[in-house]
C-alpha cells in the first residue's frame, strides 16, 4: 500500500512524468530508476551524445536484457516441459527469442509510441521494437532485480504467446532437410559464400544446396540463417513436391 | 545459524554425504536439493533410465546453466565496464563462455573426480567438464535461486579468471581477417562447405577463403566456427607475413 500510495504523487513532480504514464500499463508496476527506460527506447539512429562525449543508446542495455531473457525463457520451459529433452526445450526458445517473434510481441504491446528512432533508419531496421523489448528487459532487471523481471515475463507471455500453437510451428526448413537427409540416407551438402568489404556494411549471403553433385536449393539474405533457410525451403519443396 | 547448525547434522544421516563432501569446498554452502547436482555429473554416455522410462542425465540441466550462466556473466560484464559498448561485451563474454575456457575452469575446481561417464566416450568429448560446469550452474539456481547462482559465478570468475588478460587475447582470428578487409578495402569471400547424411554422427565442415578470386586460406573442424577460424588464421598469416 505505501508504495501505491507514495508512488503516484512523487510522480506529480516527475519530469519523466509522460514516460512513466505510457510505461506503467505496460509494466504493471511503477519504474523507479526511470532514466534506465529512456535509454532503453533509444534507438542507436537516435543516439544521445552527453556533454563528456559519452554516446548514449540502447544497444548496451539490449545486450543485458537479451541475455536475461534467454534465462527466463530457459527456467520458464525448464518447469513448463519437465518431460522434454534439451533439443525440444532450445528449438522452443529459439522460436520465442526469433527477432520476428519478439518484434510483433514488442509492436502489440504498444513499443510504436515509445521507440525514438530516425524514421528513415527505422523502416529498415525491422528489429527494431524487438531489440527495444529486450533492452527493455534490461532496465526491468537493472530497475527492479531478476525476480520481478521473471514476473513480468511470465506475465508477457501467459497474456500474448501461444505455446501450443509455437509448439507445432516447425519453419525451422534446415532441421527439417537435415532430417529427411539422414532419414533417406541421402547426403546433402550446405555451400554459404559472403563477401565482406568496406562497402558492404550489411553483408550479402549467399547458400546452395547439392544433393548428388546437383543444386536443389539456392538462397540469399542478409543473415547466414536466413540465406539457409531459404535455400532449404526450396530444396524441401522440390524434393516433396 | 541455524543453518549452519542443523544441515551439518543432517547430512550424518544423508546417503549422498559422499558426493556433499565433495561438493562443499567447490559450492561453499550445503546444497539442499542433493539429487540436483547427483544428475548435474551424469554425463549422457552414463545415463540412468528410470522404472518408469525416464532417462536422466545432466542435458537438460546443461541447457538451463548454460542460459544462467550467460545472463550472469553479461550482468557481470556490464558493470565491470561501464564505458565499454555492447561489441566488446558480447566478445568479453565469448571469451569467458568458450567450451575450452570452462572446460579448463571446471578442471581447475575438481570436476574430475566429479563427473561420472563412460570413459570411453569421456576421452572423446572434449567439452565434458565444461558442460558439467554448466550444469552444477543450472543445479545451483534450482537449489539456491538466481541470487546465490550469482554470488558463486561472481566468486569463480575472481579466483580462477583473469579478466584483464583475456581483454588481451584476441584469438578471434575471423574477426581480425575483416578487420584487415575493410582497412585495406579488399573483399574477401568465405565459402563453407558442409555434407550431412545418416552415416556421419559429427558433419565435417570446410572453410575456404578467397582474395580476388585465389584461395588464401584453407579449413576443416567439426564446428563450421573451428574450420573458419583455421581459414582465417592461415589467411592470416599469409596476409601478415
Same mark, same amino acid.
Given at each position: 500500500?505505501?508504495?501505491?500510495?507514495?508512488?503516484?504523487?512523487?510522480?506529480?513532480?516527475?519530469?519523466?512524468?509522460?514516460?512513466?504514464?505510457?510505461?506503467?500499463?505496460?509494466?504493471?508496476?511503477?519504474?523507479?530508476?526511470?532514466? !534506465? #527506460?529512456?535509454? $532503453? &527506447?533509444?534507438?542507436?539512429?537516435?543516439?544521445?551524445? +552527453?556533454?563528456? @562525449?559519452?554516446?548514449?543508446?540502447?544497444?548496451?542495455?539490449?545486450?543485458?536484457?537479451?541475455?536475461?531473457?534467454?534465462?527466463?525463457?530457459?527456467?520458464?520451459?525448464?518447469?513448463?516441459?519437465?518431460?522434454?529433452?534439451?533439443?525440444?526445450?532450445?528449438?522452443?526458445?529459439?522460436?520465442?527469442?526469433?527477432?520476428?517473434?519478439?518484434?510483433?510481441?514488442?509492436?502489440?504491446?504498444?513499443?510504436?509510441?515509445?521507440?525514438?528512432?530516425?524514421?528513415?533508419?527505422?523502416?529498415?531496421?525491422?528489429? !527494431? #521494437?524487438?531489440? $527495444? &523489448?529486450?533492452?527493455?528487459?534490461?532496465?526491468?532487471? +537493472?530497475?527492479? @532485480?531478476?525476480?520481478?523481471?521473471?514476473?513480468?515475463?511470465?506475465?508477457?507471455?501467459?497474456?500474448?504467446?501461444?505455446?501450443?500453437?509455437?509448439?507445432?510451428?516447425?519453419?525451422?526448413?534446415?532441421?527439417?532437410?537435415?532430417?529427411?537427409?539422414?532419414?533417406?540416407?541421402?547426403?546433402?551438402?550446405?555451400?554459404?559464400?559472403?563477401?565482406?568489404?568496406?562497402?558492404?556494411?550489411?553483408?550479402?549471403?549467399?547458400?546452395?544446396?547439392?544433393?548428388?553433385?546437383?543444386?536443389?536449393?539456392?538462397?540469399?539474405?542478409?543473415?547466414?540463417?536466413?540465406?539457409?533457410?531459404?535455400?532449404?525451403?526450396?530444396?524441401?519443396?522440390?524434393?516433396?513436391?
Amino acid at each position: 500500500m505505501f508504495r501505491l500510495i507514495i508512488r503516484p504523487v512523487l510522480l506529480l513532480f516527475s519530469k519523466n512524468k509522460e514516460l512513466v504514464n505510457k510505461l506503467y500499463p505496460i509494466l504493471g508496476f511503477i519504474p523507479s530508476r526511470v532514466a !534506465l #527506460y529512456e535509454i $532503453a &527506447f533509444i534507438h542507436k539512429s537516435s543516439s544521445v551524445t +552527453l556533454p563528456d @562525449g559519452e554516446v548514449v543508446n540502447n544497444e548496451r542495455l539490449e545486450f543485458l536484457g537479451d541475455a536475461i531473457l534467454d534465462a527466463v525463457i530457459a527456467d520458464y520451459l525448464f518447469r513448463r516441459f519437465p518431460e522434454n529433452d534439451e533439443g525440444f526445450l532450445t528449438k522452443m526458445r529459439s522460436k520465442m527469442v526469433k527477432r520476428k517473434h519478439l518484434n510483433l510481441l514488442a509492436y502489440h504491446i504498444g513499443f510504436k509510441q515509445l521507440v525514438i528512432s530516425q524514421s528513415s533508419v527505422a523502416k529498415d531496421s525491422k528489429h !527494431l #521494437y524487438g531489440n $527495444a &523489448f529486450e533492452a527493455m528487459i534490461g532496465a526491468i532487471y +537493472l530497475d527492479r @532485480g531478476y525476480q520481478c523481471t521473471y514476473k513480468f515475463i511470465e506475465r508477457i507471455i501467459d497474456k500474448y504467446v501461444n505455446i501450443e500453437k509455437l509448439k507445432q510451428i516447425d519453419s525451422d526448413y534446415k532441421s527439417r532437410l537435415i532430417e529427411w537427409a539422414q532419414k533417406e540416407k541421402q547426403e546433402i551438402i550446405f555451400e554459404s559464400k559472403v563477401g565482406v568489404n568496406s562497402q558492404i556494411k550489411h553483408p550479402h549471403f549467399v547458400c546452395h544446396i547439392l544433393l548428388s553433385n546437383a543444386e536443389i536449393g539456392r538462397g540469399t539474405g542478409n543473415s547466414k540463417k536466413e540465406a539457409e533457410q531459404k535455400a532449404s525451403k526450396m530444396s524441401l519443396e522440390k524434393l516433396l513436391a
